[in-house]
């Protein structure tokens, strides 16, 4: 009865132990194929590799340069139809208007040697020029050196052969009269004038606004070189009759025409410049003994002053449409400092006077 008893405790026990065994008589599914990882919280260290964005550098506003002056300008400025105007500068015409805003005023002598000017605009926008006087052959060169328009009343003969032959831009009140007027308080022929306005429109409605040719230089720090002569104050003779003077004030050069400052008729701002380029070249009077003859073609020597400091320089112009090169003594390009310039255009008789 014992023995029963213990055999029926240790059945009791087994059946208990089998139970507890897991999984016993069951099959565990297999794991799918695409098994998808499910992505820990867990931070992970970065990379090494790793390189901090790129900063873009902040895009240049554009600048826009004056081509006759060097100086910035505004993109309005930028746009302005350059032109030329034949201006007269004998005793009666004087004080002129709209010399005072000329990015470059030619200079040099007609009938009798009274001085003549043509003057280029295109920075600034006058509302007077004048009083405006008829063209000759060497305001013609320039203005084929620049491939400009220009302004005038009348011709030599001359000059109005070069103008048929060559189809120059020629706006001449003759044909233009709408676009110029008489001052009633001066007397003719001294009292013809024009404006910026006028010009400009005259060129467009002619189809003149042409490409330019301008291949100035300008460089301040040129000026600034110790080894040049300082020039402060001077004369230029250019005829018996006729002298300009400079003096240097706040880094322009004031003019003078026989000793009485040059001033601008409309505003009475004395005319000042920052450059002056003396032109020194052959001046004779032709067969008929009135008209003259200045070349402007070939070489020559002359000077050029700015900043109070001069160096000489020597000039060469290959033909009528090409450019006048300025070289100093050491075979350099010269460049003007930025702002305007008056350039004289005179005889080998001329004499440069240094006051200082």
Known sequence: MIALKKRLSFLFVLIIL????????????????????????????PS?????????APIAEPKFFSPYTGEQVSEATSKNIPFMVVIENSKEARPQSGLADADIVFETSAEGGIPRMIALYQKNSPEKIGPVRSARPYFLDISREYNLAFAHCGTSSEAEELIKKNHLMTLNEFAFASSYWRDKTRKAPHNLYTSSDNIRDLI??????????????????????TDLKEV??????????????????DNKYYKAMNSEPAMNKDDNR?????NIVIQVTT???????????????GKGYGYVISNGKLTRMAWVKETANSRTILKDEAGNDIPLSPGNTWWHIVDKSAELRIKS
Do not use: R
């Open 18 to 45: 089998i139970s507890l065994i897991p999984g016993c008589g069951k099959k565990e599914p297999s794991e799918p194929v695409n098994k998808v990882e499910i992505e820990t919280t867990e931070a992970k260290e």
């Open 48 to 56: 090494q590799t790793t390189t901090a964005p790129v900063k873009e």
């Open 283 to 297: 001046i004779k009077l032709q067969e008929d003994g009135i008209h003259l003859s200045i070349p402007l073609t």
């Open 270 to 274: 004395q005319l000042a410049v920052s």
């Open 204 to 225: 467009q409605s002619k189809d003149y606004n042409h490409p330019t040719m301008v291949n100035m230089k300008f460089d301040k720090t040129y000026w600034e070189n």
């Open 232 to 249: 402060k104050d001077f004369s230029l003779k250019v005829t018996k009759k006729y002298t300009a003077d400079y003096s240097f004030k």
